[in-house]
């Protein structure tokens, strides 16, 4: 508090400035030791208040902190001397009581209002008024012509055209700009002889006035020294120009130095005006910048009246103080990286979006820890009074729901808790409550005194929400002007980038009237297309069409129009995008692996409307090849391969290679159903006997190691997928995923969430691509599904009823589920035998349904068919144990433990001879070592590397 009494600024911000009344619901029991009242521990007492700081000690400007020494005035290098502004003028400027001062403030502004009754012409978007006769018609003098007439009959020819006009401050005024030499100038022409001949024309826009005919077009330039005090006559009184003959003094003043105390300074400052006098311009002169100019005359200084001055700068000062009390503070967290962007509103308004990335440390994991920097709600009026008109005055904003407690939401957002706790306040004429709170940490709230909404974001669409602030369509406002002069960062991100707005066809911005039909607007063709790739192309267009007319001009190839820019420049074979991405493949051919190459070719394939596919792939077929051409060398296979490849990757994104044009795969796995053993074939005759009937069903293929489980699955899904129905492959890990045809991992495929509660659905739409892939698949093979938590089943189950619209088991689908009890159960975090075995598909609602195949001819162990059968014991639980359920192992299965050795000799057991073989690619392949974590495979991975010769 002492600061905030001490200082005038802080009195001026921490007044009352918003009326509000409060009333609680009598009903609603309020705890003493409410849990949610953590977010309000450690409060500041007061907002925080900004130190002082000295004035600059050689140009006088009242500085704030951190803004550094050359700020104002280069350190005393540029020195601008105000205009004296009459008492008169001063008085309308800042007089709050005078009703002429207010009149005056209420209508002065700049810019036209299109007059309908001057002739006025819009030329590339600028408006410019034309007034080819500057004598008086019949009805009298009237807009410019005024000019030319003495005081009392401008003033009369005024008055009569608009009575509500106040003649004394008309008088006023003129009779403050009667020494401006322009005004004066412009009077005189009035007495000229050949003032009929007279045009001028007067471009309000920006740049220029043009006296025509008597002496030629005259053109003032925005740049120009005259410009401002022609443009600006009411900031300009006196007819000043503007930056452009502003000059530095070098050599003196420099050496006389303001002392740092107010009261000394305005002497000092007398003298230095004095020496600047007697100098007369004598010293060494280098001119100002404009900016330096510009930044000069708008700081604000002591006993100096300012009529530039239009605010704004303070809020910058309060982003810079924010940033470093919650870096060094760590209000939210310790910060490990952070961003921010300042976005202009359409009133002109800085908004500052900062997002602040926490160390791991300072995560806010969940609900419980949101509530401890969040708060969603009216504090409690009488604990937290000051705390309470804050958020009256800042934080009540559009109405939300209410929430009991605080949820953890989907995507990014969350639900905070808004208890309906009957709390009210009247604020801005309403009643409103909990639920009209913008979420806010109330120690941030307290500090600054500001509208801060502080909110967590769990997902990148946080960082995505931020960066859309880069591509909204702006216009420069008066405050975003002074922030680019100072220089001011307006983002925290390197590198800097403002992109100018970018969108694809139909979700551009569309202007239109209150009055429009909707419908219309959205038909209207130019509606329809890219601003800005239109722009590009037309702009092709003015480099190869010659002489143009007109928009149409440049559209028109050998005499007909075509209706886009796009269509004329693929009509004359100006559009290069074919040929783009041939070079893109090319380049990346010198740096990239096939596999990559294959990536990259089926992302151009579903994203980059190319018009030949096939030549592209004919072009770089070798390039994708050449892994598999080292192990094959046969063509016609290799081509298979690179083919089966690129339809998984086109699969994964739901895309059918059939349809791009590529030569014809082989269905490789079609013959295997040929191959099946009985019951094998069993269960591949009775689940396709469902696909093709349509008929939903749930089977479980049960069958030990080794038995051809993921044999049976490959021959289903070239059976259905050869008669052109949709069949996904997803297993639980990645490893069997990959060595199923186009398989996926189960998570990333349904989008299961990971914390699960009792009604999660997958996180996907039913509009969503995902959503129409599982809606048209005739049968979905699920591998490993002993190693899932039922309830990840469960959500697929519940998802597919929700998107099928059907309410059978699996929303009707062909399921087909795979998998060995015998091998790893779910892992559930600490979890007892019992927790584990409750979370295993056989507990779930799931299983009543499910029609088992079992398999049970070990095909992988067939010349050895003691170790199958031992397999089989331990997995039915029937080999003989000891104690603590240890099975006896055969020697031969076993390495003998030798200490430090033991890895070696592990190594060179399943890689004998492993410095001359491992650039085979069978012979790593057929080979592995299992380890239980992934330390372990790391540091064998690195003995095997340094068994490899060479560097
Ligand atoms: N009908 C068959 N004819 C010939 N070989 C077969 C047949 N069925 C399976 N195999 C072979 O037996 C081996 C094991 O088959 P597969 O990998 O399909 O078993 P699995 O039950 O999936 O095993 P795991 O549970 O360990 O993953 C493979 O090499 C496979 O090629």
């Not at 077009?217 to 503007?242: S, V």
Request: aromatic share 10%.
């Amino acid at each position: 508090m002492l600061a905030a009494q001490e200082d005038d600024e802080a009195r001026v911000y921490h007044n009352n400035d918003i009326d509000f009344k409060t009333t609680r619901d009598l009903d609603v029991v309020i705890l003493d030791n409410d849990c949610y009242d953590r977010v309000y521990r450690d409060l500041p007492a007061h907002p925080l208040v900004l130190k002082k700081v000295p004035i600059c000690e050689y140009c006088g400007a009242i500085r704030f902190p951190r803004e550094g020494p050359g700020f104002c005035c280069r350190q005393g290098k540029v020195n601008i001397v105000n205009t004296p502004v009459p008492d008169e003028l001063r008085r309308l400027f800042i007089s709050q009581t005078d009703r002429d001062a207010l009149y005056f403030r209420k209508n002065i502004y700049f810019g036209a209002t299109v007059d309908q009754r001057v002739a006025t012409a819009a030329v590339h978007g600028q408006i410019y008024h034309r007034l080819d006769q500057l004598r008086p018609g019949k009805e009298g003098p009237h807009h410019m012509q005024l000019y030319f007439y003495d005081t009392n009959e401008t003033l009369s020819q005024r008055i009569k055209r608009s009575p509500h006009l106040d003649s004394k401050l008309i008088r006023a005024i003129l009779r403050i700009y009667e020494n401006n030499p322009y005004v004066r100038v412009f009077r005189n022409v009035g007495q000229m002889q050949n003032f009929d001949e007279l045009k001028i024309e007067l471009n309000t826009s920006i740049s220029y006035y043009g006296f025509s005919k008597f002496w030629g077009a005259q053109f003032i330039r925005a740049y120009h020294g005259c410009y401002d005090p022609l443009a600006y006559p009411i900031l300009y009184l006196g007819g000043e120009t503007g930056w452009e003959d502003k000059s530095i003094l070098l050599e003196e003043i420099p050496t006389i130095r303001f002392p740092r105390s107010r009261r000394k300074y305005t002497k000092r400052k007398t003298e230095v005006q004095d020496i600047c006098e007697e100098e007369g311009g004598g010293g060494k002169h280098l001119h100002v910048s404009a900016r330096e100019y510009y930044c000069y005359i708008m700081q604000i200084r002591d006993e100096v009246f300012n009529i530039f001055f239009h605010g704004g700068r303070l809020f910058q000062q309060w982003i810079v103080v924010m940033y470093v009390k919650i870096e060094r503070r760590g209000t939210l967290g310790k910060v490990a990286a952070w961003t921010h962007v300042t976005e202009f509103q359409k009133r002109g308004l800085p908004h500052d979006h900062f997002l602040l990335i926490t160390e791991s440390s300072s995560k806010l994991s969940g609900p419980d820890d949101f509530d401890k920097y969040i708060s969603a709600e009216l504090p409690d009026e009488k604990k937290y009074p000051l705390l309470h008109e804050l958020v009256c005055k800042h934080m009540m904003h559009g109405p939300c729901g209410f929430s009991e407690t605080t949820e953890q939401g989907k995507d990014a957002y969350h639900i905070y808790r808004r208890w309906n706790d009957g709390h009210k306040v009247f604020v801005r004429k309403k009643w409103l409550d909990n639920r009209w709170v913008v979420p806010y940490n109330p120690t941030l709230l307290m500090r600054y005194n500001c509208h801060i909404n502080v909110e967590v974001s769990s997902s990148i669409k946080g960082c995505k929400y931020l960066y859309k602030y880069y591509s909204k369509a702006r216009c420069i406002t008066s405050i975003e002007a002074i922030y680019r002069l100072y220089r001011f960062p307006m983002f925290s991100m390197y590198p800097h980038v403002l992109q100018v707005q970018v969108h694809l066809p139909g979700m551009h911005m569309v202007p239109f009237n209150d009055d429009d039909n909707l419908e219309d607007v959205l038909e209207r063709a130019r509606n329809q297309r890219s601003m800005l790739t239109e722009f590009f192309r037309m702009n092709i267009l003015l480099n190869h069409v010659r002489g143009p007319t007109s928009f149409i001009s440049i559209r028109t190839v050998r005499g007909v129009v075509s209706p886009t820019f796009r269509e004329c420049c693929e009509k004359l074979g100006l559009v290069e995008i074919d040929r783009s991405l041939d070079n893109a493949l090319s380049e990346a051919v010198a740096f990239q692996m096939p596999c990559a190459l294959r990536r990259m070719f089926a992302t151009i394939m579903v994203f980059c409307e190319h018009t030949n596919i096939r030549t592209l792939w004919d072009k770089h077929f070798e390039s994708m090849a050449e892994d598999y051409v080292r192990v094959h060398g046969n063509s016609s296979c290799v081509e298979q391969f690179v083919l089966r490849d690129i339809a998984d990757i086109l699969s994964s994104m739901s895309k059918d290679i059939r349809n791009y044009g590529l030569p014809h795969m082989h269905q490789s796995d079609i013959k295997l159903a040929e191959s099946l053993n009985t019951e094998q074939m069993e269960g591949f005759n009775k689940i396709f006997d469902h696909v093709i009937r349509n008929k939903g069903k749930v089977f479980f293929v049960d069958g030990p190691g080794g038995t051809g489980k993921t044999y049976l699955y490959r021959a289903v899904l070239a059976k259905v997928r050869s008669t052109d129905r949709i069949a996904v492959a997803i297993a639980t890990s990645g490893i069997a995923a990959s060595i199923m045809p186009a398989g996926r991992m189960a998570h990333s495929r349904f989008k299961i969430p990971i914390k699960l509660q009792d009604n999660s659905v997958c996180n996907f739409t039913k509009q969503n691509g995902t959503a129409a892939l599982l809606r048209e698949a005739s049968l979905i093979i699920w591998d490993e599904v002993a190693m899932t938590r039922r309830q990840d089943v469960e959500i697929l189950d519940r998802s597919l009823r929700d998107i099928t619209g059907c309410d059978l088991p699996f929303g009707g689908k062909v399921m087909v589920f795979g998998g060995d009890f015998r091998q790893v159960l779910p892992v559930v975090a600490r979890g007892t035998r019992a927790q584990i075995c409750d979370a295993t598909l056989l507990q779930s609602y799931i299983w009543d349904d499910i029609k088992i195949i079992r398999l049970k001819q070990n095909m992988r162990a067939q010349n050895d068919v003691w170790f199958s059968q031992f397999l089989l014991r331990i997995g039915d639980g029937t080999e003989k144990t000891f104690p603590n359920d240890y099975v006896d192992l055969p020697d031969d299965i076993m390495l003998e433990y030798n200490d430090d050795q033991s890895i070696d000799t592990l190594i060179d057991h399943v890689f004998p001879d492993l410095a001359n073989n491992y650039t085979s690619v069978s012979y790593m392949r057929e080979r592995a070592i299992l380890s239980t974590r992934n330390e372990y495979v790391d540091s064998l991975n690195a003995m095997m590397i340094a068994k490899f010769s060479g560097e």
